[in-house]
């Protein structure tokens, strides 16, 4: 059984979606991350924007807004402005610019649409790095592909661990004096190209290490057994089902042009008719299965807290 104690916490909130099965956390994510990168109508990214924001918010709290506040508001301002800036294309003109160039509105709807959908992939794979986290990995993809499961969970390892070393060979050399903010210009260059040269060369050898760890305890061979921590149970079932029902709908939907949008030369009329009112609300309800997930955790943990 999954220990309960390894369950993803973010300021003493406890994440029920992170108890579920890696396959059901899975097959989830790789549903929304799907519909985030492929749908470009206006209404299905504004939906996977706002659950993917909610939810990253939800799980990470006060470091998912510093992360928004410091990367995404640029990132979406810089993505907004430069469509319209570069790509005129469209029949409604606003105004020109400085080089003669039309700005129209279309280059920036489709501008601003874009944005939504970089940063909405963006929190997908936030919160999905919280949920499904190495050893999830490594159960998912460790008998089928073991050499791509091993990948992504070295490359889930990597960024924080070579963050960390990071900051502690610049302080190391902060105190010796050889920080990259100390010196001229020169030595100050000559300073980052060290540091960077360690962490390089710290980042090679523990994959070296790891690589022949994972060797000598016969790693990715095909009679190799492992012992698994998760078990599948009736709630991963039903919600994978559900999940899959969804999945199926909103294909078949999507198959006959329900969501289909185009931005040139004219924008699209979103229309609201019943079989785009269905998706709408399918969608809607898959993007929030994660959300939906923890409150209904939330409001049983706290009956019980108030019946005992």
């Known amino acids: 059984m999954v220990n309960k104690e390894n369950n993803i916490k973010a300021k003493g909130r406890k994440s029920t979606f992170a108890e579920y099965h890696p396959i059901v956390q899975f097959v989830c994510y790789l549903s929304v991350l799907t519909g985030a990168m492929f749908f470009r109508q206006p209404i299905l990214t504004s939906i996977s924007f706002l659950s993917a924001l909610l939810y990253a918010v939800h799980i990470g709290r006060s470091k998912t807004l510093h992360i928004i506040l410091i990367y995404m508001v640029p990132m979406f301002a810089a993505v907004s402005l430069l469509n319209p800036m570069f790509n005129h294309a469209g029949v409604t003109i606003l105004t020109y610019l400085p080089d003669g160039n039309p700005l129209t509105m279309e280059s920036m709807v489709f ?23 190495s050893d999830r990995v490594i159960y998912l993809f460790g008998k089928a592909a073991p050499k791509l499961g091993l990948l992504i969970s070295m490359i889930m390892r990597f960024i924080p661990k070579l963050s960390f070393q990071f900051r ?13 903010t100390d010196g001229n210009l020169i030595k100050r260059i000559s300073h980052a190209v060290r540091i960077f040269s360690a962490v390089l060369q710290w980042a090679m050898e ?8 994972l060797k000598s305890r016969g790693y990715g061979l095909p009679h190799r057994t492992s012992y698994s921590l998760f078990r599948f149970e009736k709630r991963d079932g039903a919600l994978l089902t559900l999940v899959l029902l969804w999945d199926t709908a909103i294909g078949i939907l999507w198959s006959y042009g329900f969501a289909d949008f185009d931005y040139y030369p004219v924008i699209s009329t979103i229309h609201m008719e019943i079989p785009e009112a269905v998706m709408y609300t399918f969608y809607t309800v898959l993007c929030f299965v994660p959300l939906i997930t923890d409150k209904i955790g939330d409001r049983k943990w706290n009956s019980f807290k108030l019946i005992n």
């Open 168 to 180: 502690q060979i610049r302080m190391a050399r902060h105190c010796m004096g050889r920080d990259i």
């Open 111 to 133: 501008g601003i649409v874009s944005a939504l959908m970089f940063s909405a992939v963006i929190l997908w794979c936030m919160s999905m790095h919280c949920i499904i986290t």
């Open 206 to 213: 523990n994959a070296i290490d790891t690589a022949d760890s």
